[in-house]
């Protein structure tokens, strides 16, 4: 079945950076985009930008540019999101999430379980 | 930079019927997706585009918009309904993606 398998839970230092990995299964990957939306405790869902799949172009929110990169490995079909400068309000929830290739709506079908990411001294 | 706005909180009786809105200038050019997450779980797929259902989503859940509005109804609410959901579409410039607040159902 189609499914996004995201890594475990990270505990990072202020200033430090983190990569979460999120592998795909049960489809093609390259024909996809994916999507990184975080969580803050108890706050709603905050998009952070997407990656085509199969190109590798990015775009990225602008709360995010410059401190995210978005990267996919096709021979393994995962995508990475890298975030940097990390500060105590980067503690979220990450998530992973399918859409299709749209003019429209980004339809986001298929979500990762979520990665834990805390930032504490 | 455009938003999606929901109210942040709606209840319901057991078995009837419920509205949730969100409105922004966005929506008048794309549709909007609907997503249910529960504590502690990832969001679910629940609606897309001018009224569609993903396979496996109850037929109580239904879409709707017009203008700068779109509607999610769930007809018949059952507890298991119960959850936040969440609207999104593409942002006016037509680049990024808008999520909505969120809008917490409670089921009485």
């Known amino acids: 079945q189609v499914q996004l398998v995201q890594s475990g839970a990270e505990v990072k230092k202020p200033g430090a950076s983190v990569k979460v990995s999120c592998k795909a299964s049960?489809?093609?990957?390259?024909?996809?985009?994916i999507h990184w939306v975080r969580q803050a405790p108890g706050q709603g869902l905050e998009w952070m930008g997407i990656?085509?799949?199969?190109?590798?172009?990015?775009g990225y929110a602008q709360k995010f540019q410059g401190r995210v990169t978005m990267t996919r490995d096709r021979s393994t079909s995962t995508v990475y999101m890298e975030l940097s400068s990390l500060t105590s309000e980067d503690t979220a929830v990450y998530y992973c999430a399918r859409s299709a290739p749209s003019v429209g709506s980004y339809d986001m079908d298929v979500w990762g379980k979520g990665t834990t990411v805390t930032v504490s001294s | 930079s455009s938003e999606l706005t929901q109210d942040p909180a709606v209840s319901v009786a057991l078995g009837q019927t419920v509205r949730i809105t969100c409105q922004g200038d966005s929506l008048r050019n794309y549709y909007a997706s609907w997503y249910q997450q529960k504590p502690g779980q990832a969001p679910l797929f629940v609606i897309y585009?001018?009224?569609n259902r993903p396979s496996g989503i109850p037929d109580r859940f239904s879409g709707s918009s017009s203008g700068d509005t779109a509607s999610l109804t769930i007809t018949g609410a059952q507890a298991e309904d119960e959850a936040d959901y969440y609207c999104n579409s593409r942002d006016s410039s037509g680049n990024h993606v808008i999520f909505g607040g969120g809008t917490k159902l409670t089921v009485l």
């Open positions: 049960g489809y093609t990957f390259s024909t996809y985009y």
């Open positions: 990656i085509n799949s199969g190109g590798g172009s990015t």
């Open positions: 585009g001018q009224n």
